[in-house]
């Protein structure tokens, strides 16, 4: 029988109640697990909070102590009834908030969050709920050991904000370290560096953690436990009849994932895809005792009958348009990009190019940034540099999109409908997917468009 890396997200620890849902679903397994824990919810926006302003009011590091300690202590008495297991728990809790206060007042003492105390502070709500799940579920007769990544050994490539986990590295280490027949609690979002010291896996970087411990140890499967209905045709909250996806392909969930569908993280299918070890997404708050996945991601490809699986956006994006006669052309000025905005832990999302324009798409926030370093020094020929960021991307995903004759027709006919003026079209970067960019007040009707012309129980 072999392993299973089961996650549960923020998402599922919104409430002191919602600790009987997770203790059922793992009671639901009956074998040992190596459960993935993210922060409770809404503390990692807590910390990042605390960081921008610790530097001038040190007064919120005992504000943000004396929350962070009775929210943590209110999930724990709610299910721990025994006084000295309470006051055990709450004494490892103090400690660790303890930690966390030092880190602060460096912070505000330095008057500045170097990278690498940025992380380690960002990484606390990760160690607090795995501390308090450990405890709760051994009380509930679950018996389980606590293990951070410093310990068992999940290394990264030290690179602070964003890392990627060292599979070679963390191999050995985590097959020695997570027993087959123990269950394990582990924090999330973080690894280590060579140097020891915590780097974070990215926002929502507790799904990579899942995804790269399961890699490592060669897991049966990746268990994720949501509060939604798994991938959809699109986003329920927007689109009436929004359709659920049983079945998916790595490269159609990374897809989605990319462009905005926010069920899962970017990076979790790249060591999955690799070891053929499927993604099985669960719905907690439909839970009833029987372990029915909502969405599966594997290997397996199959076509949806209109081709298109789903619609997703997103308003994260913004656009660097840099013009010149032949810019296009020029050779090694893609390079030149490329290298001066990794300079600056910049991501670029994509780059389309003409003759006279290349068009680099980024995230909205670092629009601004990457046109004072792209401008600095001046770009070779380039005459000007055009910022845009009042847009939305819109990507459709399925498998065999570039192959089914007529699709591209459909989904530009059913915006055209519509009067919406399209920006950019991307069509062929990927096999599964295709994209476009349109203001973002359009989207939307864009997306409901689309959504009707391939999902309506008549098309």
């Known amino acids: 029988m072999g392993r299973i890396v089961v996650k549960f997200g ?13 203790i059922s679903a793992v009671r639901a397994y009956d074998r040992p697990l190596v459960i993935v824990v993210s922060a409770l919810y809404g503390v990692t926006d807590m910390l990042k909070e605390v960081l921008t302003g610790v530097v001038r009011d040190k007064e919120l590091i005992f504000r943000l102590k004396s929350t962070l300690l009775e929210e943590h202590k ?9 006084a000295i297991i309470r006051q055990e728990t709450l004494f490892e809790i103090r400690g660790r908030l ?30 607090l709920s795995s501390l308090l799940l450990t405890s709760i579920l051994n009380y509930k007769a679950i018996e389980c050991l606590e293990a951070l990544p410093e310990e068992i050994g999940l ?29 394990y609690i582990v924090p999330g979002f973080y690894g280590i560096g060579d140097n020891g010291k915590v780097t974070l896996l990215g926002r929502g970087g507790s799904d990579y953690s899942a995804a790269a411990i399961g890699y490592c140890i060669g897991a049966e499967a990746v268990d994720v436990w949501k509060d939604v209905e798994g991938f959809m045709s699109a986003d329920p909250k927007v689109i009436d009849g929004a359709n659920a996806i049983g079945q998916l392909s790595y490269m159609e969930a990374a897809e989605l994932s990319y462009f905005g569908a926010g069920i899962l993280h970017p990076r979790t299918f790249e060591p999955l895809s690799e070891a053929g070890i499927p993604v099985r997404l669960y719905n907690i708050t439909t839970f009833s005792g029987s372990l ?11 076509q949806a009958i209109g081709i298109v699986k789903s619609v997703t956006w997103t308003d994260d994006v913004g656009i660097l348009r840099i013009k010149g006669s032949g810019v296009g052309i020029k050779p090694g000025i893609m390079a030149e990009i ?8 910049i991501n670029i999302k994509s780059i389309i190019t003409a003759q006279t ?46 192959h089914r004759p007529g699709i591209a027709a459909r989904v530009f006919g059913a915006v055209s ?4 003026n399209i920006r950019i079209i991307c069509f062929g970067a990927s096999d599964v997917a295709a994209y476009f960019i349109i203001p973002r007040g359009d989207c939307i009707d864009a997306v409901k468009a689309i959504h009707q012309e391939f999902f309506h129980e008549n098309n």
């Not at 923020?10 to 849902?21: F, Q, T």
């Not at 964003?162 to 020695?176: F, H």
Request: hydrophobic share 40%.
């Open 10 to 22: 923020g998402s599922n620890l919104k409430r002191a109640e919602d600790i009987a849902n997770l």
């Open 74 to 82: 209110q999930i724990l008495f709610s299910y721990v009834n025994h």
């Open 98 to 127: 303890d930690e966390l206060e030092k880190f602060l007042f460096g912070i505000h003492l330095l008057q500045e969050a170097p990278e690498a105390a940025e992380d380690r502070v960002l990484s606390y709500g990760e160690r």
């Open 155 to 183: 290394f990264t490539d030290g690179i602070h904000g964003n890392a990627t986990v060292n599979y070679k590295k963390s191999g050995d280490r985590l097959v020695q370290n997570l027993r087959p027949d123990t269950t």
């Open 292 to 302: 029915e996945p909502v969405s599966i991601v594997s290997g397996l490809q199959r």
């Open 338 to 345: 490329a290298v001066r905005l990794n300079g600056c832990r």
């Open 357 to 402: 324009a290349i068009n680099v798409l980024l995230s909205r926030k670092d629009t601004s940034i990457a046109a004072d370093v792209l401008l600095e020094g001046g770009i070779g020929i380039a005459v000007e540099m055009e910022r845009i960021d009042d847009i939305s991307l819109v990507a459709v995903v399925g498998d065999g999109i570039l």
């Open 417 to 420: 409908r519509q009067h919406i």
